[in-house]
């Protein structure tokens, strides 16, 4: 059941309002599913799996309290949560699947999504012939956050289940969640000391005076399209991969960070570019990590930089972002940048509706960086003895199975022109990379997506 509040949290407040212009802040996770499909269980299944989830059954509104603005989630029952079944038209071969799903919905997913008037979220059901379908769960990203999103395309699988068979599950006592990376370990938020202050005020300003080293290409300046490029591991590539990092010792989002460096790198030297500063940022969710810290939306971020002479060697990259990582943790800087953007929305708070909107689309697009990498862990895992598995649940349902689910953030806030989100399914690891128009060709998004995996095969 999801947690409810008055007020969004800051995290959610921001995420509406920089939802502006060509910022939609949207979460797409589309759960293909080959074999035989009762469509008039569609719309029941995802109906039953809204009672968990109020908040999608809810607009915005707008309270001013003591001289400040807040907004707040209020139960509107008199508009219908969206859900479609339409035809995959004229779909070529050539084309992969996600980018054809996601081209079919555009006039959904590029409009201007209107949160004081219509529900965060709706889901699509696109038939690609009449076995093949995939089921395109669509949230907006104000309303929670990836793991919530996961766990709700979740639950309408298992309601379409349950209606379907009339068993609720088939294995009782059965423990899953959403995602994997948002179980940890909880930890006390540790005292301030007077150099809190001055990291603080560091992390907030060095963003907006970064001048990151992007890969050179020849993209369209201000073009609003973003492509999404999809590699698998296979399953025995992703144990190989899982029990390499293990026996190094390694974090498998060290090694991701790195080959995203060197890959940025090695992409402009073959272009005779020279490569500055790169800079990371590393989402990640920080549910259950401090006690008293339990949000909508559980996301805050690491940050990493890189220059020519930190790129020289791989595996000393790797140890250096590695050794970085673990200081900003026991620094707990994660929650440092959580508390800036507290910081902001209170003071942008004392201010209208529409100039506060506009202050902080502005600020959020000014945070550009390199590339920015979210490992989400894996998807709908099972949970044994507390902890999550590889083995994710459900699969199946009857005589259909679940093949694949297709994750992406669809043109998330901030002006970062490459986005890598990472998780695993199946146990086999999948790497989508949001690309935007404005940088690369299509063509070369492709190509940049081949330097970055064999890298990471490779060379780490």
């Known amino acids: 059941m999801q947690k409810t509040s008055r007020f969004l949290d800051p995290n959610s407040e921001m995420i509406a309002l920089a939802s502006y212009s060509n910022t939609k802040n949207l979460l797409v996770t589309a759960i293909e599913i080959k074999g035989p499909v009762d469509e008039g269980l569609l719309r029941p299944c995802v109906i039953g ?76 059901f696109v038939r690609i012939s009449q076995d093949h379908r995939i089921a395109v769960v669509v949230t907006h990203h104000a309303v929670f956050d990836a793991a919530t999103a996961s766990e709700f395309g ?70 609003q399209k973003q492509y999404h490029i999809k590699r698998l591991f296979t399953v025995e590539e992703t144990a190989r991969l899982v029990m390499s990092t293990q026996k190094r010792g390694q974090a498998l989002i060290d090694l991701l960070a790195a080959a995203s460096n060197l890959a940025i790198d090695r992409w402009n030297k073959r272009r005779n570019v020279e490569t500055g500063t790169v800079t990371t940022a590393l989402t990640v969710n920080i549910r259950d990590r401090y006690q008293s810290l339990d949000h909508s939306n559980n996301v805050s971020a690491f940050f990493f930089e890189s220059n020519s002479n930190d790129r020289k060697d791989p595996k000393q990259l790797v140890r250096s972002l590695a050794t970085s990582r673990i200081r900003q943790l026991r620094k707990q800087m994660d929650l440092t940048e959580h508390k800036n953007v507290a910081r902001m929305i209170a003071c942008a708070s004392l201010l209208p509706f529409e100039v506060r909107r506009k202050i902080v689309h502005y ?30 649940y459900p699969t199946d349902v009857r005589d259909s199975r679940i093949s694949e689910i297709h994750g992406t953030g669809y043109k998330h806030l901030t002006s970062t022109p490459l986005v890598l989100i990472v998780y695993s399914f199946l146990k086999r690891l999948n790497l989508v990379l949001a690309a935007s128009a404005s940088l690369f060709t299509r063509e070369e998004a492709e190509a940049f997506m081949d330097l970055f995996m064999y890298v990471l095969r490779e060379d780490i």
């Open 49 to 124: 799996a809204l009672e968990g989830f109020p908040q999608l059954r809810s607009c915005l509104k707008e309270i001013r309290k003591t001289g400040r603005h807040h907004l707040y989630w209020h139960p509107n029952p008199d508009v219908e949560f969206p859900v479609s079944v339409s035809d995959l038209k004229d779909h070529e071969a050539s084309t992969p699947i996600f980018d054809a799903v996601l081209s079919h919905l555009a006039p959904r997913l590029d409009r201007d999504w209107d949160l004081f008037e219509e529900l965060p979220g709706e889901v699509h």
């Open 154 to 223: 979740r639950q309408c699988v298992l309601q379409y289940r349950e209606l379907l068979t009339g068993i609720r599950e088939d294995f009782p006592g059965l423990k899953t969640h959403g995602l994997s990376t948002s179980r940890k370990r909880t930890v006390k938020i540790r005292k301030g000391k007077w150099d809190d202050m001055i990291n603080s005020a560091r992390l907030a300003v060095r963003p907006l005076i970064w001048k990151p080293a992007l890969p050179s290409g020849t993209g369209i300046p201000k073009d």
């Open 363 to 392: 600020v959020t697009q000014k945070h550009q960086y390199s590339i920015a990498i979210t490992l989400l862990g894996v998807v709908w895992p099972v949970m044994k003895n507390g902890k999550p598995t590889f083995d994710s």
